[in-house]
């Protein structure tokens, strides 16, 4: 039964994939006040499996949404990894101990929660905040896009037939996996070895066993993809994954393990002599997650995909594990994916449909990177839609999506081929053994790919919003020929020296400051919750110096300017913030411009604008002054996106930098 | 109508009151499988006003329950005190700056959050642990005892007949608050100036409006009446609140403040020359809570209640705050008080019905110590009635009840004697004004009070469940004459020397502790949640050192034998931790003695039960066995009572006084 019927609609945003990169697009429209839907062809959210990890950076950008403290809570915090290799008579052994968050990076450390769970957080948070809600059980069928509309801002030049799969909710096949042959679930319908369970399947099922299936159109100004490695979106525009795959074949297994492996509530790497390698990584709830080598050779070796089970995946990790011990009562999860690590070609077209997450990237697992880049794509975009939307900025500040994350996207693509094939190999018995991976160099590259894996170190480019040199080549594709028609000579370049420890292109790093109105402290980012302003930061300096607050009176003159010509509302784009370094107690508040404490009719003074680099009773020092690399004389102005990376460094003078620099985005 | 019918049941344990102290105690039968009603005659919670303040221990003790994060979350943090005084020239300025919470007594610090936050996050406690639900509505109509049946533990002495009134919410009557005239909530209807509106006016109202009332006779086991300062259940028990009432009238003001006071966002002890006192409390979302003096003699001043209004109190904080100017437009709540301070001569009848909270203690409100006291009257209670119908504990632990808690009571109402009048009073014009109040002097009482008032400092006397000297006088008031009929020889006494900064009697403060199995800093108290457990905390000391572990091996098959007799079902009633403070990577888990990783048959080991005192990669060395005053060679043991105050210490071979001293309890 077919019952098609047709209606139509329009909406600002249609985001197609409610996993975590859909949820994250949703939030921030939900955030920005901005019209959209988002829609999943499955019946309901992931209970079990999938991704897990969290890395630093991923948890500052949910707390800038306000529920990084939920993750925290009932995650499973990753402190310490643990290297295991054979020793030179081929035993088991733990050789190294490295920490698995570098210290000092972030104030959060690297965990693990389960996918299902963080998507719930999202859930909640749309609810709380928006009327946005996942709308389950429809598929996308059609997409056109009319190329002479792309560029009128009041247009939609998408169209999208979407497909309501009304009854009930479309579930995957499920294979049992306990030893003991009690059900649980399978994550084979996703993997890449099965084959594929997406949109097409979807649908031919809905028909097949005849579920309704209604036909709706929606036209859209912006489309965001973010339906998965499979992704129905990217194959509409005819967008190509680049890449390569091996045949080495990986099991996984979420148990709570029986073992006496004695660090089996550490992540560790373990290689043995002759059986492959293993990764484990505990979980919340007793769980552990083991991804364990099945093959071992990069090409020609062939396992049938029917003989793959929890059983055989089991053995293979017995025999790594030898001579420790390894069973299991409760299974949660299992799957089995090849290695292999692609990249999409483009991540947008017109401007107007952008892709993202497993969409446009696919690497290997055990590094912990693919939720987390997955939600920093539409982390990255959802601001900028949200910025034009609203009728302020520049279209073309949507160019710097593709700029800024498919190089996120190379890297992690080129960071996971060297990781999966430094552990697929086979130890090396001795210095003269070519053939196998030197343990050292291991240890190495783990070492290294921390950092990267934190993701703090993402430093995306020069462009129309990252006011830092770079080659000429790059300019016409980052988006900053813009600058060019408005009869500006040069491009504001920021001054990096200023601040040694805020980098022009990557995210603001976090220390301690107190409200100067009640002492309390904050870690800085906290502030800088993701609500879609510009944030000014005023490293005020010593104002209790006479010269020094004279030069903040003159500041504050051209800001109260800047903030009111960038409007929105009764609110502006820009929110000014102050972090000064006088001594706390010779401050008043009040005795500061305007700006600094802004005033309603019904609310009085605003007291949550001005932070001091101060003691506080009871949590040390934050020497942010220091942290973050500034002259506590002299101090200087830091313009941060609404993404908490930051565009611009100047002195307290400069503020004509930031103003030209803000024409050109919002022109 | 009154459609009387007649239905009977049978509850263990009934509580009386679904305002704080009614709602901890039903956490606790929520979170010890206790079969358990809670009742309250009003149709809603509370949605503004009444208490605010939240000390440290209170947040240690929502800690132990798992939701102290809400609270820290949406609060107002307290770091600093301000205190305003005239000068020699009777201009108001700024005198001192105190911490408001003593650095270091604590992990958490005194935070402000609307009473109604605080009763939601225990409600959404409650349906998450349990079938408990607050039953509104319904008020207590008559209370019948069986003294015959008081010491029966399988009897149900208590009978309570409850009318239901099913007509919708009773909601108090509520008068106009806003200066133009917009409609606010009032407190005067729980003011000790207003009219008693209490079970009786409810009920009457309910008659007189012909709301229907049903009739139900409930039989209980135990009976916990948290109804308020007008408490139906002490009525009923003929017990009276002893003390005394000054003329003093204080109003109350929760507005958001439109103002230039430059400390309005600090807690500020306001006095003027002339024109009385004001507290000001800086509270969550913008508003502040202003206490406000309206009478400025202690006997014989008259106002009449009809002349209190916002508008009126609002004209005396203006005199008090001059030069400072104050105003508003948002006004969440108003009230007024008389100050008086008083206690119930009993908190309890035939060791089954029990009063906690504002029914046994009333006093000012300033010091933000009733919801503290009242929630930790009934964390102190909950856990021994559970123990008792658990089938296990011996009935004659429910006296300490009494004794533990009329002891802070009293203690409450002297120091809110002493700050109230220092307060109320006239300060000193100089040295020789005799009559006035020295601010020296009330600075001090100021911060001595700070201790008491963060809850950390309670120290319960010598009992059946405090091993530690007292008088001979205490001891059958206390309970522990139980112990002579068990032809033991002398009471256990615990040995403080062994942990120099644990005091038997007092809660067991925190430091930071790293697990064995994963290298993640635990706040110690995190550990102990409040599931009903006694702890034996094992400081093994170095047990790297082969005969330091040689004493933990020979302790662990006397801890077995203790753990596996105080069974209940599968669990034991006792949880043994270890923290030891050896270096974390020179310890394995495994190598320690069984008790210390138990094994279950699904889950295997269990990793949560040794801990270590060592540096953390990324939140410093907590320096627990320092903090803690323990040996580090030689450690020593605690004993943990299930609402974390130390029963005893002793040394590592006294693990048989620790199966005395629990016989004596368990007996």
Redesign the interface.
């Known amino acids: 039964m077919d019952m098609t019927r047709k209606t139509a609609s329009k909406v600002d945003v249609l985001i197609i994939g409610a996993g975590p990169a859909g949820l994250m697009a949703a939030t921030w429209m939900a955030r920005c006040g901005i019209n959209a839907r988002i829609i999943d062809k499955r019946g309901t959210k992931i209970f079990s499996g999938q991704a897990d990890g969290l890395q630093c950076r991923t948890l500052e950008i949910l707390d800038s949404f306000g529920f990084a403290?939920r993750v925290w809570?009932e995650s499973?915090?990753m402190?310490?990894i643990c290297l295991w290799n054979p020793d030179s008579e081929g035993k088991l052994r733990r050789s190294d101990?490295i920490?698995?968050?570098i210290?000092?990076i972030s104030r959060f450390?690297q965990v693990v929660l389960h996918q299902g769970r963080i998507e719930s957080f999202f859930l909640d948070s749309l609810e709380e905040h928006s009327k946005i809600k996942v709308e389950r059980g429809i598929s996308p069928y059609t997409l056109a896009f009319d190329e002479t509309k792309a560029e009128d801002p009041d247009e939609y030049p998408i169209e999208v037939v979407l497909q309501h799969l009304t009854d009930g909710q479309i579930e995957p096949k499920q294979t049992q996996a306990t030893i003991d042959g009690a059900a649980t679930s399978d994550g084979l319908f996703r993997s890449n070895i099965a084959a594929d369970n997406d949109t097409d399947e979807v649908l031919s099922d809905a028909h097949e066993n005849e579920l309704t299936v209604i036909n709706e159109t929606v036209k859209a100004k912006y489309l965001i993809g973010c339906d998965g490695a499979h992704s129905w979106t990217r194959r509409q525009l005819g967008i190509k994954l680049e890449g390569e795959q091996t045949d080495f074949i990986w099991g996984v297994l979420d148990i709570?393990?029986?073992?006496?492996f004695?660090d089996?509530?550490?992540r560790c790497a373990i290689h043995s002599s002759k059986s492959g390698s293993m990764m484990v990584i505990?979980r919340e709830n007793?769980l552990v997650r083991l991804y364990i080598q099945i093959t071992t050779t990069e090409i020609g070796s062939t396992v049938e995909r029917g003989s793959i089970n929890p059983k055989m995946i089991l053995d293979s990790a017995r025999k790594i594990m030898a001579p420790y011990k390894l069973d299991y009562?409760?299974c949660d999860w299992w799957t089995a994916y090849q290695i292999g690590q692609r990249v999409a070609s483009n991540f947008s077209q017109y401007g107007r449909i952008f892709l993202a997450g497993d969409a446009v990237h696919t690497h290997s697992p055990k590094a912990g990177q693919g939720m987390n880049v997955s939600m920093q794509d539409t982390f990255n975009l959802g601001w900028k839609i949200a910025a034009v939307l609203n009728g302020t900025a520049n279209r073309s500040i949507l160019k710097t999506y593709e700029t800024e994350r498919r190089h996120v996207a190379q890297e992690l693509i080129a960071f996971d081929h060297k990781f999966s094939r430094l552990f697929s190999g086979r130890p090396a018995k001795d210095i003269m053994d070519e053939e196998g991976i030197s343990m050292e160099e291991f240890k190495d590259a783990f070492k290294k790919g921390n950092l990267f894996a934190s993701g703090v170190s993402v430093n995306y480019g020069a462009s129309i919003i990252v006011a830092k040199a770079d080659d000429a080549d790059d300019a016409e594709a980052n988006g900053y020929e813009i600058q060019a028609t408005q009869d500006i000579n040069a491009r504001v370049i920021g001054k990096e020296h200023l601040a040694t420890n805020i980098k022009i292109g990557m995210r603001i790093p976090s220390f301690k400051v107190l409200?100067q109105?009640?002492?309390?402290p904050w870690h800085f980012q906290e502030l800088l919750k993701s609500d879609g302003h510009w944030r000014i930061v005023v490293f005020a300096g010593d104002i209790s110096n006479g010269n020094q607050m004279f030069r903040i009176r003159t500041l504050s003159e051209g800001l109260e300017a800047l903030v009111a010509k960038h409007a929105l509302g009764t609110d502006s784009i820009i929110e000014v913030l102050m972090i000064h370094s006088a001594p706390r107690?010779q401050i008043?508040?009040?005795d500061l411009p305007d700006i600094f404490h802004p005033w309603s009719?019904?609310?009085?003074y605003d007291?949550s604008k001005v932070y001091v680099d101060d003691l506080?009773?009871?949590e040390g020092h934050g020497k942010a002054y220091e942290g973050f690399g500034v002259d506590k004389e002299r101090g200087c102005l830091v313009l941060v996106r609404p993404d908490q990376y930051v565009s611009w460094i100047g002195e307290l003078e400069d503020g004509g930098d930031v103003e030209r620099f803000l024409g050109g985005v919002y022109g």
Do not use: W
């Open positions: 403290d809570k499973n915090h402190l310490e101990r920490p698995d968050t210290p000092g450390q709570i393990p029986i073992t006496n004695p089996i509530r550490m505990p007793k009562e409760y409200n109105s009640d002492a309390r107690i008043e508040l009040l009719e019904r609310n009085g007291y506080s009773y009871h």
